[in-house]
């Protein structure tokens, strides 16, 4: 589980894009999201995990900012050594649970048994070269609605690049990746 405690080091924590943000609206982009990331380990949660699980789940809270409205976006993903390569598995949200209000924070204790696969979602994979991972995957959502993700992960930043396509044509999605850097814990 070295490899996937490396991995999950990277991705844990509090990010946002607020430099680059600057940037962009410097440039005159005011289309340009300010995006945040809070991703939370969360399998103390989880109950009845099977004997010897070598999964980590965890909570990616996605919040996008753009001309003053903010979207939320909550996901659920299960992550897996496979070989020298990490696999992101997406998982629906758990049963009861609200897409506006799902947080690591409000999440109550779920039962293992109950957690369901997403089955539009592509598995990601993640290999790492020198210090940075990267992978990401093609999902067709609908057979007109592709979505493809590609990451870049770093001590640096998190690079994230997420499409969607409705026959071809964008609907969603950057012509550069949101670049997210950690949030550093402020002290007093």
């Excluded at 758990?94 to 690591?104: A, D, M, Q, S, V």
Aim: glycine share 6%; aromatic share 14%; proline share 4%.
């Amino acid at each position: 589980m070295d490899q996937l405690d490396e991995f999950l080091t990277l991705l844990s924590g509090s990010f946002d894009n607020a430099q680059q943000f600057e940037e962009m609206r410097r440039k005159g982009d005011l289309q340009f999201p300010f995006a945040q990331h809070i991703n939370t380990v969360c399998n103390s949660k989880i109950r009845n995990l099977p004997e010897n699980f070598e999964g980590v789940f965890l909570v990616e809270e996605s919040y996008y900012t753009v001309e003053g409205k903010t979207h939320a976006s909550p996901h659920l993903f299960l992550f897996t050594e496979e070989g020298d390569r990490v696999k992101l598995t997406s998982y629906e949200l758990p049963e009861g649970c609200e897409k506006e209000h799902f947080t690591y924070q409000e999440m109550d204790e779920i039962e293992y048994s109950s957690l369901k696969c997403s089955d539009k979602f592509s598995p990601a994979l993640y290999e790492k070269k020198g210090d940075i991972w990267e992978g990401g995957s093609v999902s067709m959502f609908t057979p007109v609605l592709k979505f493809t993700l590609f990451e870049r992960f770093s001590p640096e930043c998190l690079a994230v690049s997420e499409t969607m396509e409705v026959n071809g044509k964008r609907t969603f999605g950057y012509d550069v990746p949101i670049l997210y850097r950690r949030i550093e814990q402020r002290t007093e």
